[in-house]
């Protein structure tokens, strides 16, 4: 049965559901409608955001590769603050402690016998509860299976419960599991860890703590990442969009000078290929009384597309090279084995220009290790032919993302893109938000464009530390872009693509204090919530649906709209789905309005939620007259209530409840 149903009350007028349209504009969290921010430095503190205790800002990067902690003492004067990478000491191997800037976002699940007692002793703690980092990394690689990764991944599938032990989930029986969400815990409670072992009077639950998240990421992820904070006691972490932070890193790193390099009318293109996704976001410049601004325009959509995906294409190019001339078929052991190893072979290749190749061993099944061993090669051709070729093809703009249909059985696993061709998601993203700058009257687009043309470009993600990869996006973008007659875009260089994300989490953080430069955003897109129709049944019809405008692009943090003009019937005592769409591209939508038909472009279905609303007094089942009121939180997670019109009583819908997940 859906949750909510029928309109006990028509609303007279959609287009009047909302008094004024949400502008985009978006205040640090606690500040909404306070007065705009410009490039100027701030004359106020942010409310909320300065307490006493409070020294550090702090910026966390929970990568799906990596994770990053940077700091800034906010207690030094303006000029004097500068940030710092803290180096997390961590095991590389079992009783080695080394202190690296990178945790690797990998947990290994180590077997009794495996690890000799006290050899995973770590400063603050005399056996590790779980072996994450380096280590994880270096003992995953030899034995696969063991190995829990891209838990960042999980975390927003919405095809599973995240709370449930389904990782690594290749294991087999014997081996046991853990869930995506303890996962994220572990590495958040090593961060925390770390830091307060660095610095014993400053308490990381105490600092301004700021955690990164894919602008994509949808709101069932911000909540269960926000929940995985608090579960470490780190209850007054905020959320920062990703490309928001890297290019706050670069708005940090320039010294000032950043307004030498863009002008208004610029639109900004933020390139983030990380380990497993792509993200695009577009960041207008525009003018506020005379002074520089910046303005989130755009948001693109999940895309499960990056490093990993790179990792397991050269492994399968070897996988097909090694069974050719050994005559024997790989297991799938021996492939994550090998997909570990290309990894590692491809950093040396991208790293190292004077390497033509880097030799590979894949274990054996012999009972020999080395005896059994595979062996083969990684050859810089075979990385450019299949990552540069085979994920940045040289396409037409025109060009659309690869769609198949799907089989009806699969294994588990996360939703991979279908298509690998970056390139072709990025231009189906700039066509759909060709109509972005419709609003900012400083940006001008031809009449022949057929695609949001960017003026400048800035890289995110370690995938594109690779030169040879960096240069072909802009080659083909700025192709498509002369195609038009349009100026090509300038890189925006500067940014150190590995730690950029955690240093300008910590720049949001100075900003917050009114002290930097703030990017508007709000929420990056518009939120809907399906309402079924109260109508007769008919044999094989399904009830038809409509989707409810909740929450319109760039609603602001801390706001709340309440659609006091719907009143809809609230199923309660008895278990209900809910359904929720959003969408990256119907910008116009107002809180209230309703869409009877919408295509699959516009509106995306995000994951059904079935959950049981308590009775609190009232019969089992009964239908409660209700309206419903939206709010983007404080830390940038949207929540939904129903509010019954009788006695104001509220109903939470759980963003983060997915249940009957396979």
Known sequence: MSGLFGHVKKNHSQAEAADETVDNKAEPPGQAGSEQATAE???????????????????????????VLSYADLSKDEDDIQQQVMAVPQLTSPGVIENKKQLPSFL??????????????????????????????????????RLVASAKSWLCHAGVDCKQAILPSEAPEEVARISPFQATQSYLQHLKDAWE???????????????????????????????????VGLNQAQLLEEPQSALYSWIDNSDGDWRQHVEVGDVILVIDVGGGTTDLSLIAVTDQHGNLELTRIAVGDHILLGGDNMDLALAYTIKAKIEKAQGQRLEGWQVEALTHACRDAKEKIFNQVELD?????????????????????????????????????????SER??????????????????????????ASFLARQLSAVDE??????????????????????????????????????????????????????????DLAVA???????????????????????????GVESAMPAVPGLAPEVEALCIAPFGMEEGSTEVLSDNEFGLVIGEPVRFRFFASHSRREDKVGMRLDYWTDEELQELD?????????????????????????????????????????????IEFEVRTGAS
């Open 41 to 67: 430095p701030q004359a106020t503190e942010a409310p909320g955001t300065s307490h006493e205790g409070v020294r550090f800002s702090v910026g966390i990067d929970l990568g799906t590769t990596h994770c």
């Open 197 to 231: 072992n660095q610095h014993p009077d400053a308490p990381l639950a105490a600092q301004d703590l700021i955690i990164t998240v894919p602008a994509s990421f949808d709101p069932a992820a911000r909540e269960l990442t926000i929940e995985a904070a608090r579960s």
């Open 401 to 426: 993302p690869v769609v198949r249909p799907r089989s009806g059985l699969r294994t588990q696993g996360l939703p991979y893109a279908q298509d690998a061709g970056i390139t072709r998601h990025l």
């Open 503 to 529: 240093q300008g989490a910590a720049y949001y953080g100075i900003v917050r204090q009114g002290k930097g430069v703030r990017i508007k955003g709000g929420t990056a897109a518009s939120y809907y919530v």
């Open 440 to 497: 900012l009257e400083a940006v001008n687009l031809p009449e022949n464009a057929s695609f949001l043309h960017p003026t400048a470009v800035l890289f995110n993600g370690g995938v594109l530390k690779a030169e040879v990869l960096s240069q072909r996006l802009m080659k083909v973008l700025n192709g498509w872009l002369e195609a038009e007659q349009a100026p090509v875009a300038r890189l925006l260089e500067g940014a150190d693509l």
């Open 357 to 397: 190749n880097v030799p590979l061993v894949v274990p054996g099944r012999g009972s020999s290790l080395m005896g059994g061993a595979l062996r083969s090669e990684l050859t810089r051709e075979e990385v450019d032919r299949v990552l540069v070729e085979g994920f940045l093809p040289e396409v037409a703009v």
């Open 608 to 652: 059904e939620i079935e959950i049981t609303l308590p009775e609190d007094g009232r019969q089992q089942g009964q239908v409660v007259p209700v309206h419903l009121s939206a709010t983007v939180t404080e830390v940038g997670t949207l929540e939904l209530h129903a509010v019954s019109q009788r006695d104001e009583h509220r109903w939470k």
């Open 108 to 145: 290994y699940l180590a077997h009794d016998a495996e690890i000799a007692e006290g050899s995973t002793a770590l400063p603050w703690r005399e056996k590790a509860e779980y072996l994450v980092g380096d280590i994880a990394r270096n003992l995953g690689s030899k034995t696969p299976i």
